[in-house]
């Protein structure tokens, strides 16, 4: 018996669901691949349309922001400060 006969006949022995449960785990062990370069092409433009400018943040000036806002210090240059005015609010 070759090997496809014996794999054939472990097939017709599977549930509908247990065939399945195998056909997502093959397809996760051999991904299909895509040798088309066109498509490839056409999959990263794509995602380049969907790129968006980020502009460079100042961390340190966002976060002052949002304990101002939060907790209405005003700007402070240090955490130290921040601890001071967060300790003298309550």
Same mark, same amino acid.
């Given at each position: !018996? #070759?090997?496809r006969e014996i794999a054939y006949?472990? +097939? %017709? %022995?599977?549930?509908? &669901?247990e065939l399945q449960g195998f056909i997502a785990l +093959? #397809? &996760? @062990?051999y991904p *299909? %691949? $895509?040798d088309d370069m066109a498509e490839r092409r056409s999959a990263f433009e794509r995602i380049e349309k969907l790129r968006r400018h !980020? *502009?460079?943040?100042d961390e340190k000036r966002? /976060? @002052?922001e949002y304990r101002e806002e939060k907790y209405k210090? *005003? /700007?402070l240059?240090?955490? #130290? #400060?921040? /601890? !001071? $005015? @967060?300790d003298s609010s309550q």
């Amino acid at each position: !018996m #070759s090997t496809r006969e014996i794999a054939y006949n472990i +097939f %017709q %022995q599977l549930g509908e &669901r247990e065939l399945q449960g195998f056909i997502a785990l +093959f #397809s &996760r @062990a051999y991904p *299909p %691949q $895509c040798d088309d370069m066109a498509e490839r092409r056409s999959a990263f433009e794509r995602i380049e349309k969907l790129r968006r400018h !980020m *502009p460079d943040l100042d961390e340190k000036r966002e /976060l @002052a922001e949002y304990r101002e806002e939060k907790y209405k210090c *005003p /700007l402070l240059k240090d955490e #130290s #400060s921040f /601890l !001071m $005015c @967060a300790d003298s609010s309550q």
